[in-house]
């Protein structure tokens, strides 16, 4: 089965297990709960398909379970939690960068003000958190135990990195160790246990399970700096709307960094100063010249074979491996 | 053993357990590690045990593990939860109310700013729920399981009740009503969780336990009332520090919206707008006037003696019991 088959099963079910889990009957009645549906695409101006966001991290840990031999609907629980866990970091990261839209909608903290939306953000928390919980009609004790343990190590990553990239946001520059540690938190954690908390309802021993980590890990690393690349190379940005050019905002991405280290044109150039429109295109060659635009792809593509690897190595399930190589795969191709 | 001679052997033990609990081995080398350490009062400018709080909620735990018949120090990892769980909502809430300083000294969003702050309070409240995984190496699976369900309900109400205040705080008035299901939420929960644990950690069964609880929940419930009464009619406020009385800041507290149920002068006068300094002393005599004091009172008593009552019943172990009537006296005493 192709994963367009699979998601067409899977998705629909991930949707309903997360609606079950936010109708908390302590809070529906007041627009507190309001908050969440909305933040979720369900609800209020705008709601629909099109802005629930792709459920990757839930999709992953479905596929996971399935791919390690399991029975894929004993983990929906836990595919809700990562999902859950996934749009809490949003609300709040939102309301940090100050964005004020996200899929074309109003965030939470503009809608109902800052408060409101740190406190959103915590219930969402709880309610990820929570989910885990119910592993246990279809799982020991000891797997809801290990389940909630990956996710508590999972947050502290979480905040980590989400700290880091506060930090170096600000800083002049940023080392390539800087990087590492920053994604893996930020980007890197929640994938990985995505993959692993499917491994995990499947049952697998504690091999199976960091490989199945080290898949979802390596895929999310691989996601950020192809990221990277699109902020700079991608067809939004070349295609005339290179007002997006991460080169602009002054973000600290892999090519950047790896720019800075070989100290050439492109450091000399950024060491003196933002970057206006009209010279993207200019910097956009010296960061080529340097070398950080063939670095960028061949890191990204090593990542990507790394997680390829370590899926190949633990998978069991045939239809579901296939499943996740699209998965991976697909997500090299997109170009946003 | 009296109250005094229990909190000496057991106060620094939750201090030590509390440093062991936010020392994670993946953030002690970054800020972020600091601003924890800050809040709790142990680093930074004015750090010492006169700002680190009165530890109440984690004492409660470990006397209610005792009065339930439990070794104590098994429930510390309960203990160092409820407490950081306690720290994580101040966090959040300075940022909510824009509070600049708590215990004389500048608040965290004040220190690092609202975005680190937000971030500090997420990762303070993985770390609290992190603790009760400690729980294991005393306690079955499924203690550890019933603990961390204990706490996401918790968590819930906390939200609810952190909701609750932040409308209730805008509206016009407010009934009783709304006014129960806030504190219940924003003071109640954690108090009932802190001593529902500390049974739950004696092994105590599910009937303990909710007597347990409900000593808890009335405990906060009196102690929010008689909070509110000190707001109005307390020494700090009769003492010529009357600018802090409550009438002034327009809180809806029992007393006042007790007092608009009356619909007396009080509530005629309440309805025309805010209430300057000079005129406190002429409204809180209409609040007496209209029986709201003595209804705050009485209130504040029943609350206590359902509080006392429960404990009476559940309680299997003397010097234990004695200690936590003492402290639940404690609270009814205190002028500030």
């Not at 309903?16 to 889990?21: A, C, G, I, V």
């Not at 908050?35 to 629909?48: D, I, K, N, R």
């Not at 070349?238 to 950047?256: C, H, R």
């Amino acid at each position: 089965m192709s994963l367009v088959d699979l998601s067409r099963e899977i998705l629909p079910a991930i949707e309903d297990e997360l609606k079950k889990s936010l109708a908390h009957p302590l809070i529906t009645d007041y627009s507190l709960y309001d908050m969440l549906t909305y933040h979720m695409g369900w609800t209020g101006e705008g709601a629909g398909a099109q802005v629930t966001g792709k459920r990757i991290r839930p999709l992953l840990t479905i596929l996971s379970t399935m791919a390690a031999g399991g029975e894929w609907k004993i983990a929906l629980p836990a595919a809700a939690c990562v999902e859950l866990i996934h749009n809490f970091s949003l609300i709040h990261d939102d309301i940090q960068d100050g964005s004020q839209t996200r899929h074309g909608r109003k965030t939470v903290w503009l809608k109902w003000g800052e408060a409101h939306a740190i406190n959103a953000g915590d219930l969402m928390f709880t309610l990820g958190l929570a989910c885990l919980n119910r592993l246990k009609d279809a799982c020991s004790d000891d797997i809801v135990i290990q389940a909630q343990s990956i996710l508590q190590e999972t947050c502290v990553s979480l905040t980590k990195g989400q700290y880091l990239d506060m930090v170096l946001e600000r800083a002049k520059e940023s080392t390539l160790e800087d990087y590492w540690v920053m994604i893996s938190g930020k980007t890197g954690a929640l994938l990985a246990a995505s993959t692993q908390l499917g491994a995990l309802c499947a049952g697998s021993d504690q091999n199976t399970q960091i490989i199945f980590k080290n898949y979802g890990l390596n895929l999310g690393l691989a996601f950020q700096v192809w990221d990277d690349w699109l902020g700079i190379w991608g067809d939004a940005v070349k295609t005339g709307k290179s007002t997006s050019s991460d080169l602009i905002s002054g973000k600290k991405t892999y090519p950047v960094i790896y720019g800075l280290s070989q100290n050439g044109k492109f450091a000399t150039r950024w060491r003196k100063g933002p970057i206006p429109l009209e010279e993207v295109e200019q910097i956009e060659k010296y960061l080529q010249e340097d070398g950080a635009e063939e670095a960028t792809l061949t890191k990204a593509k090593e990542l990507s074979s790394e997680a390829l690897s370590a899926l190949n190595l633990a998978s069991s399930e045939l239809p579901a491996y296939q499943a996740l190589v699209e998965l991976t795969n697909s997500l090299f191709h997109r170009q946003r």
